[in-house]
């Protein structure tokens, strides 16, 4: 008989219900408990949508609930992809061990973002030259060890008597590759961490359901069942079979297009553009220094948090303090000075230089514009934000490398860019917007722009 004694559910509008473990054996930790604990909970905090919940009111879904679904996919994909997985390594540990490590390593996926999310790595943790994932390591193998090392199964599976979760592995699963990395790790390691770095992923598979649905984009806008259904392991490595291939499409461009119309919207990205200057000159007063070296601190230190406290600044005696609380209570306002004035987009395919072409960089863009306008343009108010989108991700190299396409036809397994449609893709696109505190500049700096792009002027968005 189930023992539904020992688990709960959690009702999610994206997967339905999520199973948890809850009571347990003594000397054995619940998943629950890790749930439950400080650095999971401190994720309903953080904004999944880092800015963009300011300009899609209902998108105000946060890390936590995605890390749940996160979680809830690492055992759908571990129902789908085990029985491969182990006649490709036959020295993979059980079940029960590769769900639960999976299955935590998606919950523990983002435990060290900060307020912003990505924002927060560039704007600050870089400083330290940390990253949330390299932060996250070390909560995971530090105040949460010894609770992952106690956790003996999941909904579906237990891990055999002598087996123990490793915290390192789950570390490792969770940080990116790194071109020229030799890790010592397992084969069957290495294969799960394109769960977690690959073209789809738990955590991508997840977030593109999430956020078109809680956005409002689209209800289901790809076929995540068929995804995993033709979804295995080979010697190759990570592999879809062709009759999969048009869901793995679909999934690519709902990705894609969220991109291009939620996380690059235009007011997102002028928010953005708001923000930076506000944050970096804010940044002392908001956190003591590394992460790394007041993880305490850290723990209490949320996007809500950081919200509350500018908020009162323009109530502080200190001018400095007063004056950043008045441009944050701007902000908290939606009052964005930033106005778009023009916009374009530049599509690169196989072969394409992306780093020899001008708009792989906002600052000489900025400087082109200003002297095409001339010497009147020096001083005036404008921004240039370029905003990069991978529709193909190259599949050499430790991030990828690892997706394969079985062709049926021939049963032989090929690299997936062997597919004509997948190869069809463009392997990414730019999109170069000037931002001005005013309309009145509008015709000029598209001229300007178009003129360096050699009167090529792609899409005209500059209504949209």
Not at 207 to 227: E, N, W
Not at 327 to 333: A, E, G, N, P
């Amino acid at each position: 008989m189930h023992e539904y004694h020992l688990e709960n559910l959690s009702q999610d509008p994206i997967h339905g219900y999520i199973a948890f473990t809850a009571g347990c054996d003594a000397g054995e930790v619940s998943e629950q408990v890790l749930i439950d604990h400080p650095w999971v909970q401190r994720l309903r905090g953080i904004h999944q949508l880092q800015t963009a919940w300011w300009v899609f009111p209902t998108a105000e879904h946060t890390r936590f609930q995605h890390v749940l679904g996160v979680m809830h996919l690492a055992s759908q994909a571990v129902n789908s992809l085990y029985e491969s997985l182990q006649s490709v390594c036959p020295d993979v540990p059980s079940r029960g061990y590769v769900e639960s490590l999976l299955r935590l390593a998606g919950l523990l996926h983002d435990v060290g973002h900060g307020p912003f999310g990505h924002f927060f790595d560039e704007y600050f943790l870089q400083d330290y030259g940390l990253t949330h994932e390299l932060l996250g390591a070390a909560i995971i193998e530090g105040p949460l060890a010894p609770l992952l090392e106690g956790v003996r199964r999941n909904p579906n599976s237990s891990l055999l008597p002598d087996e123990q979760i490793d915290p390192r592995q789950i570390s490792w699963l969770i940080r990116r590759p790194v071109s020229g990395s030799e890790d010592e790790q397992p084969r069957w390691l290495w294969l799960l961490r394109t769960l977690l770095s690959g073209i789809y992923t738990i955590d991508n598979m997840d977030f593109v359901l999430r956020d078109s649905y809680m956005s409002g984009y689209s209800f289901r806008p790809y076929d995540l069942d068929r995804l995993l259904r033709y979804s295995f392991f080979t010697e190759a490595g990570m592999t879809i079979h062709d009759r999969g291939i048009n869901a793995l499409m679909r999934f690519m461009t709902a990705r894609m297009e969220l991109f291009r119309n939620v996380y690059f919207h235009r007011t997102v990205r002028a928010i953005d553009l708001t923000l930076v200057d506000l944050f970096q000159a804010s940044k002392e007063h908001l956190f003591p220094g590394n992460p790394l070296e007041h993880l305490d601190e850290y723990l209490r230190f949320t996007e809500s948090s950081l919200l509350v406290d500018v908020a009162r600044w323009e109530l502080s005696d200190d001018v400095g303090l007063k004056t950043l609380g008045t441009q944050w209570q701007q902000l908290l306002s939606r009052q964005v000075p930033w106005k778009m004035v023009c916009q374009r987009n530049l599509v690169f395919a196989e072969g394409d230089s992306e780093s020899s072409s001008i708009f792989s960089d906002s600052a000489l863009v900025e400087t082109k514009l200003r002297q095409q306008l001339g010497p009147a343009w020096s001083e005036v108010d404008l921004r240039v934000d370029i905003a990069r989108q991978v529709y193909r991700p190259h599949t050499h190299g430790p991030a990828a490398g690892q997706n394969f396409l079985l062709d049926s036809s021939l049963n032989q397994v090929r690299p997936l860019q062997a597919n004509e449609l997948f190869g069809s893709l463009p392997v990414s696109y730019r999109i170069c917007r000037i931002y001005a505190l005013s309309d009145d500049s509008r015709v000029d700096l598209t001229s300007a722009l178009d003129s360096l792009l050699g009167g090529h002027g792609g899409d005209d968005l500059t209504n949209m």
